[in-house]
């Protein structure tokens, strides 16, 4: 079992920035494929960014390709999204997600972290 732990959501205005952290506190997901998807009130839960187990392969959703870094280190047993150029329609509770490989399907990863939420203001 691998227990995720999301932080650094919060208030921003629109066209500002956030940067969200996962971590696995006790454990290492540096074999696991790593996501990031976001559920607004009333909508689907819509993928984000994913990156592979080594951090060097990634994709993004095209509604943030451009805007959205992820990033994963291994060592630090860290996993980012860097949000810049935020919009309202970004807000929504961001999870990050843990699975054996790289992927935009949210039922394919195996651990999910509990959510931080991001609300852009505009």
């Known amino acids: 079992q691998v227990q995720l732990v999301e932080s650094g959501g919060g208030l921003v205005q629109a066209g500002g920035s956030l940067r969200l952290s996962c971590a696995a506190p006790?454990?290492?997901?540096?074999?696991?494929?790593m996501g990031w998807f976001r559920q607004a009130p009333g909508k689907e839960r819509e993928f984000v960014a994913a990156?592979?187990?080594?951090?060097?392969?990634?994709y993004y959703a095209d509604s943030v390709k451009g805007r959205f870094t992820i990033s994963k280190d291994n060592a630090k047993n860290t996993l980012l999204l860097q949000m810049n150029s935020l919009k309202p329609e970004d807000a929504a509770v961001y999870y990050c997600?843990?699975?054996?490989?790289?992927?935009?399907?949210?039922?394919?990863?195996?651990?999910w972290g509990q959510g931080t939420r991001v609300t852009v203001s505009s």
């Open positions: 997600a843990a699975g054996r490989y790289i992927t935009e399907v949210a039922e394919e990863y195996d651990y």
């Open positions: 006790g454990r290492t997901f540096s074999n696991y494929a």
């Open positions: 990156v592979n187990w080594s951090g060097g392969n990634a």
